[in-house]
């Protein structure tokens, strides 16, 4: 194998296929992992649906000495004309996709953890979700409607 950095594009694209052959038949290597590993090398619009965290309750100055454990939290994230807002209860978010080019169509959102199934919920009228039964822990959200998608960073709740 040469040093990845001195490869052309032509000899890594044969250097990572030739990888992929060999893991195919690994039993140490899940499908899950496979996949993950290969949306990873193909997300190459990530500029264009990476929101970025506008606003997090949690990381205001002093929100933990001030707050208690029991107020909503509240998080924002933008891209371009799309802004998702959510709010934390308890184990219950509530969320909304709010969208300045918007269609009628409702987007589809999916709350994603490390190591589970992704859930996913369908936005109403007024580009509302919900989520309940959530376990602190890592989250991100990926928004789906027409031809264009939306996935926020991870942030812990």
Do not use: K, N
């Amino acid at each position: 194998m040469s040093r990845w950095d001195e490869l052309g594009d032509d000899e890594l694209m044969a250097e990572l296929a030739e990888a992929v052959a060999e893991t195919v038949d690994d039993p140490e290597v899940t499908e899950r992992r496979r996949l993950a590993a290969s949306a990873a090398f193909t997300w190459r619009t990530v500029d264009e649906e990476l929101a970025e965290l506008l606003h997090d309750s949690a990381l205001d100055a002093g929100a933990a000495v001030r707050s208690s454990g029991d107020s909503p939290r509240s998080l924002s994230f933008i891209r371009g004309a799309v802004t998702i807002e959510i709010e934390v209860t308890g184990s219950s978010l509530l969320g909304e996709v709010i969208d300045d080019d918007a269609s009628d169509e409702p987007a589809a959102v999916s709350l994603q953890r490390p190591g589970a199934e992704d859930r996913v919920t369908e936005t109403d009228a007024s580009g509302f979700f919900r989520f309940d039964d959530v376990a602190p822990g890592p989250v991100r959200f990926v928004v789906v409607r027409g031809g264009w998608s939306l996935t926020t960073p991870w942030a812990t709740l």
